[in-house]
C-alpha cells in the first residue's frame, strides 16, 4: 500500500463535530442493533443456506469449488465497496446525518435482492444456476455493505474513548447474537435431505425470514440512534482523484494501524478458511446414512448439527465472553485478549484433526465461542485506539472492514482447492490440511499483534 501523510485529506478542525456524551446502556444497544441483523442474514447464508443450495441444487461432488465461485466475486465486490462507501459517508451532508441514509438505500436494495435469491431455484434453469447465484450474491454483497460500511465508523462518531472498549463488547455481543440466531434458525429450517419441492419452500421462507429481520432492525436504529448532520461550511470539496488516490498509503505513515489490519487480515483468514466448510465436514466426517445427530436422535444433516448444536455451544461461551472481554480490554490491554483468542481458536483446529466425533465438535464450538468472542469484543476498540488523528473515520473503518472481507476471497478459494484436490485422500486428509493452515495463520496474527506499539 501506499498512503497519504496523516495531514492530508478532511480538516479536522475544519468541521465541527458533535460533543460525544456518555452512553447509556440503552444507548449502547440502539447503536450495536444494526449488527444483530447484518450478521443474521450473513451467517444464516454463508454457514448454512449458500453451502446446502450448491450442494442441492449444483454438482454435489464439485461441492467446494462450486462454493468458492458463487462467493468469490461478490466478496471481491464488497472488499471495494466497504473502504469507497465509509469514505464517501465522511463527506455527507445529509440531513439525516453521514452514515444513516447509506444504511436505508443499502437496505432496501438489500431486500429486493433477497426476494429474487429466494425465488431463484425456479426462477433459472438447472445450467444456469451457477452464475445466477453467483451474480445475486455479488448483488447481496453490493447492497449489504453499502448499508453497513458506514455504520462501522459510528463507534468513533459517537463513544467517547474511554467508552470503546465497552461500546465493542456491545458490538460483539450482538454480532455473535446475529451469528448464532442466523445459525439456529436456517439449521432448522433447511434440510437438503429433503424432497426437491419441500426443501425450495424451505429456501423462500428463510430468505424472506431475513429480508424481515432486516427490515425490521434497520427502521428501529434508523428511529433511536441520531446524528448531527456535517455543517456545509466545514466540508471540504470533493476531488474524485484526491479521493480515490487517499486509499493508498505507505505503512510507515502509520505502523500501529498497519499491524492491526495485518493482524485482522490473518486471524479473519484462519476463520474464513474453514468456516465456509464446517457444513462440508460435518457432513462428509461426522455423518453418513446411519448416523443419528447426537441428543435428537434425528437423521444427521450437517444443517441441523451445525444450526442446532454446534452454533448453540459457540453461543454458550462467546456470549458472555464478548462482554467480559470488552470490559477487560479497557483495564488489562487489548493485546492480551488477542493472544487469548488465537490460543483457543488453535486449540479448536487440534481438537478437529484429533477427535472427530460430534461430542468432541461441540467442545470444539465451545473453544471456538471463547477465542472468537474474545476477538470480535476487541477488534474493533483495538482498531479505533490506533485511528489516525483525522475526521475520516469512515474511510479507515471501510479499510478495516475490507481487511476482514478479503480474507473470505481467499480463505475460501485457497480452501475449495484443498478440499477439491485432496477428497480422494483416505482418512479426511482434505480437512486435516485445512486446519493445520488455520493454525499458520493464527500465530502469523498473533506475532503482527504483539509489533503494535504504544497499546497494552
Known sequence: MKISKQTEGIDVDAIASPVQRPLSFSGMINLNLFWFANQFHWQALLAVVIPSMVAKFLDPTQKSINLALVVNWGTLVAVVVNPLV?????????????????????????????????????????????????????????????ANSPWSAIIADNVQPQQRGLASGFNGLFNLLGTVVGSIVAGVIINK?????????????????????????????????????????????????QFLR????KPSTYPNLSWVLL????????????????????DDVLGGSSVKTIFFNNSFSGEFFNGTLFQPAVLLLALP??????????????????????????????IFIGFQNQYAALLAGACFGIGYGAYTSVD??????????????????????????????????IGGVILQLLRTIPNHFGYTSLFM?????????TLAIQRVRGIR
Open 437 to 445: 493452515l488455520t493454525v499458520v495463520y493464527l500465530v502469523l496474527g
Open 86 to 146: 465509509g469514505a464517501l459517508s465522511d463527506y455527507a451532508g445529509f440531513r439525516l446525518g453521514r452514515r444513516r441514509p447509506f444504511m436505508i438505500i443499502g437496505t432496501i436494495l438489500n431486500v429486493v435482492v433477497l426476494v429474487i435469491f429466494a425465488f431463484s431455484p425456479t426462477i433459472f434453469p438447472p445450467g444456469l444456476l451457477l452464475a445466477a447465484f453467483a451474480m445475486l450474491f455479488v448483488l447481496l454483497q453490493f447492497s449489504n455493505n453499502f
Open 380 to 413: 474493533w476498540a483495538l482498531t479505533t485506539d490506533v485511528l489516525p488523528l483525522t475526521n475520516e473515520a469512515g474511510k479507515f473503518m471501510g479499510i478495516w472492514s475490507a481487511v476482514g472481507i478479503l480474507p473470505q476471497v481467499v480463505g475460501i478459494t
Open 246 to 249: 487517499k486509499f493508498f498509503f
Open 193 to 241: 435431505n429433503d424432497p426437491l419441492p419441500l426443501y425450495r419452500n424451505q429456501v423462500v421462507k428463510i430468505f424472506l425470514l431475513i429480508a424481515l429481520v432486516q427490515s425490521a432492525v434497520v427502521i428501529y436504529t434508523i428511529l433511536t440512534v441520531k446524528e448531527t448532520a456535517l455543517p456545509a461550511s466545514g466540508r471540504p470539496p470533493f476531488h474524485p482523484q
Open 321 to 350: 465472553m464478548s462482554l467480559l472481554a470488552g470490559w477487560a480490554s479497557d483495564h488489562w490491554g487489548r493485546k492480551k485478549l488477542v493472544y487469548l483468542s488465537s490460543a483457543m481458536m488453535t486449540l479448536v483446529c487440534f
Open 263 to 282: 493482524a485482522r487480515f490473518l486471524v479473519m483468514m484462519g476463520i474464513w478458511s474453514v468456516y465456509y466448510f464446517l457444513q462440508y465436514y460435518f
